[in-house]
């Protein structure tokens, strides 16, 4: 029982405060899911976002069942999805009342407008632990370490989505491939 | 003026077409209709919470009349502006329009259902997934770029940021930057801290104003 009402409460966490929609989400998952609890390792992490990524469906409710299910089977996936989606529920309708009484409040603006910034530096430090784990795989962080092919197939990556901003599902396939082509070219060389 | 009494008009007609709709013999209709069309953009949709804001206003406002499309830009405000998943928080709002409580609770269970079937089914091939070595390879490629698309995403929303040239909003975002990554500091402190800081950020400048 302790483990649904652990992970109910660990993902009402998760969809409590990730304002701002889809990568939002993936800071307050790290803390909950590898940090407080352990259920996934950061390797395990980074592959859920992986799949969360090339699958449809938000972020958050990708990750509630992934680790529900692994945790406690079905119901796990469930309960963790509930508690994902149960504080939205509340607040959106609370707001959308609001929002048709009244129309405008400054005050959600400026909140708003001050959580952004916030957000966007979570994101990148969620970014910094997955980068992390690319670089260095599960070593510790030295130059020995560096994993050359899967830095080298970011750092192309990054530079193709920012220049030419294509479908980033389409670049993720072509880093999977890239992955293992040059890897298996590697091994035999 | 003009288009302000056509939205009242808009407005009039659609709320007519609700309460037609909710009091009339077609709720039933109503509720199937929205649980096929959410369940249906929520399997198709990859790329997150705008993309699945563009479908559902070609399905309920271009096509169903269910919603204004100036309804529409306010419910995807609110949607970006609440806690949770933006698929999640719009099928709670367009429910809600189109049939009341239970119109919720069904375009909720609509958008999460994908989801759910699809990841579970991943998840229980995943560890046999993981352990082959072909996968592996093929899964360490994508993490790579995984993690590009994430610092793509950073490089816009963070030049979003600094475009606006507010030095708090810059302030807030380097500060909660070296909480979080130097000092370790919880997500969730962090968020609430950006949270009082807008709450009093505004009264400062609400004080301003009222001084000047």
Known sequence: ?189 | MNSDENKKDDKQKISENIEKTVSGEKKGSVLLKLFLTTLYISAFTFGGGFVIVTFMKSRFVDKLHWITESEMLDLTAIAQASPGAIAVNAAILVGWRAAGFFGMITAVTGTVIPPIVIISVISLFYKAFASNKYVSLVLKGMQAGVAAVIFDVVCSLGASVVKEKSAFQIIVMIAAFIASVIFDVNVIFIILAAAVLGVIYWAAEKRRAKSR
Do not use: H
Not at chain 1, 37 to 65: K, Q, R
Not at chain 1, 154 to 160: L, Q, S
């Open chain 1, 1 to 189: 029982m302790t483990v649904y009402i652990q992970l109910f409460f660990s993902f009402l966490q998760v969809g409590l405060f990730s304002v701002g929609g889809g990568y939002a989400a993936m800071p307050l998952i790290q803390s909950q899911v590898v940090e407080k609890y352990a259920w996934l390792t950061m390797n395990e992490f980074t592959d859920l976002i992986t799949i969360a990524e090339m699958t449809p469906g938000p972020i958050a409710v990708n990750s509630a069942t992934f680790v529900g299910i692994r945790i406690a089977g079905i119901p796990g996936a469930l309960t963790a999805t509930f508690g994902c989606i149960f504080p939205s529920c509340i607040i959106v309708s609370l707001l959308a009342f609001v929002y048709y009484k009244y129309k405008k409040l400054s005050v959600l603006q400026s909140v708003l407008s001050s959580l952004r910034p916030a957000v966007v530096a979570l994101i990148a430090g969620a970014g910094l632990s997955i980068l992390n784990i690319v670089v260095f795989g599960s070593n510790a962080v030295s130059f020995s370490n560096i994993e050359i092919i899967e830095t080298v197939i970011f750092v192309v990556a990054f530079i193709v989505l920012r220049k030419f901003k294509l479908n980033p599902i389409l670049v993720m396939s072509c880093c999977g491939a890239a992955g293992l082509f040059a890897n298996l070219l590697a091994e035999n060389l």
